[in-house]
Structures are given as C-alpha cells and as structure tokens.
C-alpha cells in the first residue's frame, strides 16, 4: 500500500508496475471491511485487471465469495445503530475530512484513475475533482435540511420526520470509477446509514485506494465496506442479502433487471438503478446560422457530448440528428472537428477491456459490412485474448448513412458505449422529436438552438431524465440524477438522495390537552 501511495505520477506509477511486472507478482488488491484490510485466501478465485493501454495484467482482484459479503453485511449493520445516531455535525466533519484527504492526494487518484480506466489524465483530474466535491456538497447539505410541516386545525399538528434506512448496497460501474462510487457513498453515509461497496471488478483501483482514505479519516469499523468481485458472485449475494435495506446501482440494464429479479420478494428494500442510454443529440439550423460563434460552439459541444471519456459516459450523445437543411454542412465541420481534437493516445484514450474493445469492433463490422459511410475511423484490428503489448485503442468514428429500420440499424438502438457516434438528418420539430424518443432509453438529451420558444418547447417533450441546452454534463448536485423509460428508476442528488437513504414518517400532535 505504502509503495502505491508513493506512486504519484505516470513516471513513478509505469516503474511500480515494471518492477512488479519483473517480479512475476501482480498487486493484489485486498478488501475492506472493519477498518481493515484483508487478504483473501490464496485459493480463492481472483480476477485479473489490465491495463487498457498496453494490455498488461497489472493487479489481481479478490472475488468475495457470499460468505465474505455475509460478513461484511453483519459487520455494517452492526454498526448502523451507532452512525445513524451519530449528530450530523459529526458526520459533515468526517466526510469534510475524506473530501480533504482526496483532495491532498488529487494527482495520486487521477493517475490512477487514469492507468486503470483507460481515459486520459486530464480527464481522470476532472473526475477526481467531481468526487472531491462529492463528499464536500453531502457533508454540508445534512446540516441545512429543512422538513414540512401541517396542521389540522383545532385537532393536530403533523410534522415529517426522516430516519436513516439502513444497510446499502453500493454498486458502481467501471466508465467513472472513484466519481460514481463516491456518488453512492457521500450521500449514504452523511444521510446516517452504513453500507457495503462493490466497484466494477474491471476497474478497483481507486476503490482500494479511498478505503485507505476512509481509514485515514478515521470514520467507525464497519461503517463503510468496500468489496471487489464480480456481479454473477459477489454482486448477486450482496444485492439480494436479508439484511440489506436498499441497492443504489449504476451500470448496464440488464443487470437492473436482474436486481429487481433478485429483490422483487422484499418489498421494504429502496431501489435506485441508473441505466443504460442510447442519448440524442438534436441540432437545429439556426445553432449554425446564426453566428459563427454560435457555430462554433454547437460542433464543439456536439463532439464533446459524443467522444469524451472515449464515449464511455452513460449521458454521452452518441446519436445526433441534425436539421437537413444544414446537414452536409454540420457533417462536414463535425468531421473536421472531430479530427482536429480527438486523436487517440492524447485527447482520447483506451476503451476498458479486451471484452468492451470486440464489442465495438462488432458493430463497426456490422457499419462496414452494411455500407455505412465512415466519416472517420475504420474498423480496428483483431486482438487475441493472451496477447501482451497492445492496447484498446479506437478511432473516433463518425457514421453517416445508417438504416432507421432492418439490419444495421442496430447501430442507432443499442448501446455501443465507446468513440462512436451516427449522425441522421431530419426534417421538422415532429421528426425530430420522434427520432430521439425513438428508443428504449430515456436517460439524457442535448438540444442545442438558438430558438427561446424551440428550448422549451422541444425540451419539455424529449424522454430524457436529464435535457441539456447548448451544453452538456453541467450539473448541480441538488438537482434529480436519473432516466426515463429503461434507463432506470429514482433519483439522486440533493434531497432526491434524501428519498434514497431515510424512511419518512409522519408525526402527529394532538392539539388538545391529553
């Protein structure tokens, strides 16, 4: 741990892991649960992380098995009773001080972030800063909660009283490791209730890396647990655990589906899945005609929504309608854009996996096979599993000419999840509005106009849980988080994380003397 913690830089990360590399000997990461680290048993099954840069195996993730998360379970309900008494200043002071810790270790996280993930490490240092503030907005917003009141005049006063729930299950994804589990984190523990977390087994560094902060900040044994391993075991256990009182998950729909499966006997546990999405981005003429910087700023805000992160951002914008009267002329600034900002190795980076990387390729085999124009990039090379060297690289890839309806279309229903995005032309407002509700998802939109009327009016109709105007991933962290249709259930953020974490009840006060 001490040697990680000292490798704070690319340099100083890329010779840690040459010298373990040397070794024979990958990191092995260990869980956390009573304040502890704990290596698994060496015949347990582990599960190996490369990086997706080069493709070397650069750590081995323990695989809880149910009786590890069973135990883990026990030990955070054991220590519920304590924290949800705990006075709020006390929880804001603590989660202040893991605010602090990873903010003193901001290089740190993002390099690792950034090894780990694949992303670039501009981008990781803006996702640390997102968790950073993450902690620091739940710690001060317990301490500013307001609560309604009624009376029922001449009989009672009835006032709504907020208690925390219980033992959650945090289940985060591998696109924004440290930023989504800190999501899940901050608000279930200012909100006084304990948990048990499980990131992506692709991506655990961080997760290791914030046990050690939560140890550091000196929250209680057991308050927060932090698991690695897998959905199909460790994921499947925790979930559907007894003892568990609610599930705040972010990943694909599938596995959604699979938790409500799994719980649909225990009514009394709080749900909140964020899901996938399939996200439209809408742009009408007059966002390139009405000024050349109004011009410039939709391109720009239009890549930006399709290839940050390597698309590999549930909110990503990766199917783009655009205005016919002005198509050619976007498809082809677009393309020039795209090609100017977006280049592999420095503003793009690896997507995740072996496994993510023939995904994608599948379905630019499909593009190229079904006569799709590439506007850029072109179908990457096969990569054998065992091969040592090469990493997941993809082109941003810009599509045009891609079927509504039949084989190919595909491309613009499913979730791809990397560098590629299709771009459709459309008539009207109706049309419009038609092609990007045209889909199973509902969890993000960008409308990019110049039109007031346009803003709300075609804003007001798109199934989107979250609707961005001539911006994108601009968020306050009061405002609700989450997706229509099957892009998922609930919401977080500010009093919407309240709902989450508490049970509600209402006390009533007799008015009259007893």
Same mark, same amino acid.
């Given at each position: 741990?001490?040697?990680?913690?000292?490798?704070?830089?690319?340099? =100083?990360?890329?010779?840690?892991?040459?010298?373990?590399?040397?070794?024979?000997?990958?990191?092995?990461?260990?869980?956390?649960?009573?304040?502890?680290?704990?290596? +698994?048993?060496?015949? +347990?099954?582990?599960?190996?992380?490369?990086?997706?840069?080069?493709? *070397?195996?650069?750590?081995?993730?323990?695989?809880?098995?149910?009786?590890?998360?069973?135990?883990?379970? !026990?030990?955070?309900?054991? +220590?519920?009773?304590?924290?949800?008494?705990?006075?709020?200043?006390?929880?804001?002071?603590?989660?202040?001080?893991?605010?602090?810790?990873?903010?003193?270790?901001?290089?740190?996280?993002?390099?690792?972030?950034?090894?780990?993930?694949?992303?670039?490490?501009? *981008?990781? *240092?803006?996702?640390?800063?997102?968790?950073?503030?993450?902690?620091?907005?739940?710690?001060?917003?317990?301490?500013?909660?307001?609560?309604?009141?009624?009376?029922?005049?001449?009989?009672?006063?009835?006032?709504?009283?907020?208690?925390?729930?219980?033992?959650?299950?945090?289940?985060?994804?591998?696109?924004?490791?440290?930023?989504? #589990?800190?999501?899940?984190?901050?608000?279930?523990?200012?909100?006084?209730c304990t948990a048990v977390a499980k990131p992506s087994e692709v991506t655990s560094m961080s997760a290791f890396l914030l046990a050690a902060v939560f140890r550091q900040a000196g929250l209680p044994d057991s308050v927060i647990n932090i698991l690695f391993g897998d959905g199909a075991v460790t994921g499947s256990a925790l979930v559907a655990h007894p003892a568990v009182h609610g599930v705040?998950?972010?990943?694909?729909?599938?596995?959604?589906?699979?938790?409500?499966?799994?719980?649909?006997?225990?009514?009394?546990?709080?749900?909140?899945?964020?899901?996938?999405? !399939?996200?439209?981005?809408?742009?009408?003429?007059?966002?390139?005609?009405?000024?050349?910087?109004?011009?410039? =700023?939709?391109?720009?805000?239009?890549?930006?929504?399709?290839?940050?992160?390597?698309?590999?951002?549930?909110?990503?914008?990766?199917?783009?309608?655009?205005?016919?009267s002005v198509y050619d002329e976007f498809v082809a600034a677009f393309t020039e854009y795209v090609t100017a900002h977006y280049r592999t190795g420095e503003t793009v980076g690896a997507v995740v996996s072996l496994q993510h990387y023939a995904k994608i390729r599948g379905y630019l085999e499909t593009a190229q096979h079904r006569g799709m124009t590439f506007q850029t990039g072109s179908v990457?090379?096969?990569?054998?599993?065992?091969?040592?060297?090469?990493?997941?690289?993809?082109?941003?890839?810009?599509?045009?000419?891609?079927?509504?309806?039949?084989?190919?279309?595909?491309? #613009?229903?499913?979730?791809?999840?990397?560098?590629?995005?299709?771009?459709?032309?459309? +008539?009207?407002?109706?049309?419009?509005?038609?092609?990007?509700?045209?889909?199973?998802?509902?969890?993000?939109? %960008?409308?990019?106009?110049?039109?007031?009327?346009?803003?709300?009016?075609?804003?007001?109709?798109?199934?989107?849980?979250?609707?961005?105007?001539?911006?994108?991933?601009?968020?306050?962290?009061?405002?609700?988080?989450?997706?229509?249709?099957?892009?998922?259930?609930?919401?977080?953020?500010?009093?919407?994380?309240?709902? %989450?974490?508490?049970?509600?009840?209402?006390?009533?006060?007799?008015?009259?003397?007893?």
């Amino acid at each position: 741990m001490e040697a990680l913690w000292a490798a704070n830089s690319l340099d =100083k990360a890329d010779a840690l892991l040459q010298q373990i590399d040397s070794a024979s000997s990958p990191l092995t990461l260990q869980h956390f649960s009573q304040n502890t680290f704990s290596a +698994a048993d060496e015949s +347990a099954k582990h599960i190996d992380s490369f990086e997706p840069k080069t493709g *070397r195996c650069i750590a081995r993730i323990p695989c809880a098995s149910a009786a590890d998360v069973d135990a883990a379970v !026990k030990s955070a309900k054991a +220590a519920f009773p304590a924290w949800s008494k705990t006075p709020r200043a006390e929880r804001s002071r603590l989660l202040r001080r893991v605010s602090d810790i990873i903010a003193e270790n901001r290089e740190l996280f993002a390099v690792w972030e950034s090894i780990d993930q694949g992303k670039t490490l501009e *981008r990781a *240092r803006i996702e640390v800063d997102r968790a950073i503030s993450n902690f620091s907005y739940f710690s001060t917003f317990i301490l500013h909660e307001s609560t309604s009141s009624r009376m029922v005049d001449g009989v009672a006063l009835t006032y709504e009283h907020r208690s925390p729930a219980g033992v959650f299950a945090l289940i985060s994804p591998w696109n924004m490791p440290l930023y989504l #589990l800190t999501w899940k984190i901050a608000p279930c523990l200012a909100f006084g209730c304990t948990a048990v977390a499980k990131p992506s087994e692709v991506t655990s560094m961080s997760a290791f890396l914030l046990a050690a902060v939560f140890r550091q900040a000196g929250l209680p044994d057991s308050v927060i647990n932090i698991l690695f391993g897998d959905g199909a075991v460790t994921g499947s256990a925790l979930v559907a655990h007894p003892a568990v009182h609610g599930v705040s998950f972010t990943g694909g729909t599938a596995t959604g589906i699979a938790i409500r499966r799994a719980t649909v006997h225990q009514i009394y546990k709080h749900l909140s899945l964020e899901l996938g999405g !399939k996200n439209p981005t809408l742009v009408f003429a007059d966002a390139l005609t009405t000024s050349p910087a109004s011009r410039a =700023k939709t391109i720009r805000t239009a890549a930006m929504a399709a290839f940050e992160n390597q698309g590999e951002i549930c909110l990503c914008g990766s199917r783009i309608y655009v205005e016919q009267s002005v198509y050619d002329e976007f498809v082809a600034a677009f393309t020039e854009y795209v090609t100017a900002h977006y280049r592999t190795g420095e503003t793009v980076g690896a997507v995740v996996s072996l496994q993510h990387y023939a995904k994608i390729r599948g379905y630019l085999e499909t593009a190229q096979h079904r006569g799709m124009t590439f506007q850029t990039g072109s179908v990457p090379p096969v990569i054998d599993a065992g091969e040592t060297g090469k990493g997941y690289w993809i082109e941003p890839t810009v599509l045009t000419d891609v079927p509504a309806t039949g084989p190919g279309s595909e491309l #613009l229903r499913e979730e791809i999840f990397g560098p590629v995005v299709t771009i459709v032309p459309f +008539a009207d407002e109706d049309e419009a509005v038609g092609f990007a509700n045209d889909s199973e998802y509902g969890l993000a939109a %960008v409308l990019l106009t110049n039109d007031g009327g346009r803003m709300r009016r075609v804003g007001e109709q798109l199934d989107a849980g979250l609707v961005w105007v001539n911006c994108w991933l601009v968020r306050e962290l009061g405002t609700p988080f989450g997706g229509m249709k099957n892009s998922g259930t609930g919401r977080e953020g500010g009093e919407y994380s309240r709902d %989450v974490f508490t049970v509600a009840r209402t006390v009533h006060l007799a008015t009259v003397e007893w």
